[in-house]
């Protein structure tokens, strides 16, 4: 079964402490992206990737950081620098050259 | 700037009827249009696109319809399921595989 996993579901982390959140894909899609939803809001991108070993900021990326050191794999680490971290993070693949984003199941951050 | 505007955070239909979601945009590099559908702590669904050389799509009994000289989209659902209750998302992008811009959503509600 192709698709994309996100690992934890629900993850609670004390203010303070960086925490890296999962994302794998075996669709064999180059390009990945990371966004936030928060309650009444749209989806907001916070770092995507193109191809392997180059990424670019979203809209929101402060406070974040990603890598990309295999095509199947785009961790997002959220660092203590990010003000209001908790939120529903999901992350997406697409095809090159195709609009369509392809999304994971998302992970609930908890920040307390 | 909100460059995708969804200005209805809500809709309610009943069931066999039609639900009609709007959406408009600002910006006129815009030229691919998606329309995603999104269950609560789950990851948004593809639904269906349109080009902006189209000025229809249909799939089913999702229709999009595109309005170039408004920059408004609308998509129509017929008839309307309970099954259909979900967030809707509208979304544009650039170019085709370049990164995607999400309205705020529409919460649509289909009673029995």
């Known amino acids: 079964d192709g698709g994309i996993t996100q690992s934890p579901k629900y993850l609670f982390r004390k203010e303070g402490q960086n925490v890296t959140l999962s994302c794998e894909q075996n669709?064999?899609?180059?390009?990945m992206y990371w966004y936030r939803q928060d309650p009444g809001q749209g989806l907001r991108l916070i770092y995507y990737?193109?191809?392997?070993?180059?990424?670019q900021k979203g809209d929101i990326a402060e406070g974040y950081s990603v890598s990309r050191e295999k095509k199947e794999s785009f961790p997002l680490t959220v660092t203590s620098a990010q003000k209001n971290p908790t939120a529903f993070y999901l992350c997406?693949?697409?095809?090159?050259?195709?609009?369509?984003?392809?999304f994971g199941p998302g992970t609930r951050l908890t920040v307390t | 700037d909100q460059q995708v505007k969804q200005n209805s955070p809500s809709l309610s239909v009943q069931e066999g009827r039609i639900s009609i979601l709007n959406c408009d945009y600002t910006?006129?590099?815009?030229?691919?249009f998606l329309w995603y559908k999104k269950y609560p702590a789950e990851g948004p669904t593809f639904l269906i696109s349109?080009?902006?050389?189209?000025d229809k799509n249909e799939d089913g009994r999702f229709t999009v319809f595109l309005n170039k000289s408004a920059k408004h989209l609308s998509l129509h659902i017929v008839p309307s399921q309970p099954g259909d209750s979900a967030v809707y998302f509208c979304?544009?992008?650039?170019?085709?595989?370049?990164?995607?811009?999400f309205g705020e959503g529409t919460q649509l509600t289909v009673n029995p």
């Open positions: 979304a544009a992008s650039g170019t085709s595989g370049s990164r995607l811009t």
């Open positions: 669709l064999n899609h180059d390009a």
């Open positions: 349109i080009s902006s050389i189209k």
């Open positions: 990737s193109q191809i392997v070993n180059d990424f």
């Open positions: 997406a693949s697409s095809r090159q050259g195709r609009s369509e984003q392809y």
């Open positions: 910006n006129s590099m815009f030229d691919y």
